[in-house]
């Protein structure tokens, strides 16, 4: 050495001691099985299912949601009709001589 040269003093290199009672962790053995391929938000192939799924729900709610808004638009009471259905429906019943029903 030199006399330009400073020495430098070795240090010893540690491992951190681990909660497991200074026990080296062990290393990561690389996966066998290879990662999965994320599926795509849109898959072509389950359009059936989600088409089937889609009118079934038009099915079920569509005429609930269609009588709904034929009772808001036309609910209110008419002037121009007296009386009530019930007796509209006996006065239509009793004109046909149908009064067994």
């Known amino acids: 050495m030199s006399p330009t040269q400073a020495k430098v003093p070795e240090t010893k290199k540690t491992t951190p001691s681990t909660r497991s009672g200074g026990k080296q962790p062990k290393p990561e053995i690389a996966n066998p099985t290879p990662p999965t391929e994320r599926k795509p938000w849109f898959d072509p192939s389950r359009i059936g299912w989600d088409l089937a ?10 005429p609930q949601a269609w009588i709904k808004s034929v009772m808001q638009k036309h609910g209110e ?17 009793d004109k046909a001589d149908l009064g067994d029903v």
């Open 77 to 93: 009471q008419r002037s121009d009709f007296p009386g009530t259905g019930g007796e509209l429906a006996r006065h239509l019943l």
């Open 53 to 62: 799924a889609v009118l079934f729900l038009a099915l079920v709610f569509g």
